[in-house]
């Protein structure tokens, strides 16, 4: 039994380890894009901006590209939600490969 809770336990850990990894990986790829979106629509502190983004997303899955769409519309900007969605995708990508390194 002994052995049994062991394996439970590390399993556990590595499940909470990749969780925690992919919040990371999530967290400053929206942070990235966040930055991108802020520069286009001529924010004077895009680090604010950022974190009000990536604050957003945690508390609603998926609102910071909601927001995102928002935000170029009422600035008049015409960003297509579709390019939005490509740049995470690249985003995520990139900050994987860099955390993995």
């Not at 520069?39 to 895009?46: R, T, Y």
């Not at 009422?74 to 960003?79: D, R, T, Y």
Request: glycine residues 4%.
């Amino acid at each position: 039994m002994n052995a049994l809770k062991m394996r439970a336990d590390a399993s556990e850990m590595q499940y909470a380890r990749e969780r925690e990894l992919q919040f990371r990986i999530d967290t400053r790829s929206k942070t990235q894009l966040a930055l991108w979106a802020a520069e286009k629509l001529g924010h004077v502190d895009p680090q604010a901006y950022a974190d009000e983004l990536v604050t957003e997303d945690i508390i609603r899955r998926g609102g910071a590209v909601e927001r995102l769409n928002r935000d170029f519309a009422a600035a008049g900007i015409k960003v297509d939600g579709d390019e939005i969605i490509a740049r995470l995708a690249t985003t995520l990508r990139q900050v994987a490969a860099d955390m993995a390194a």
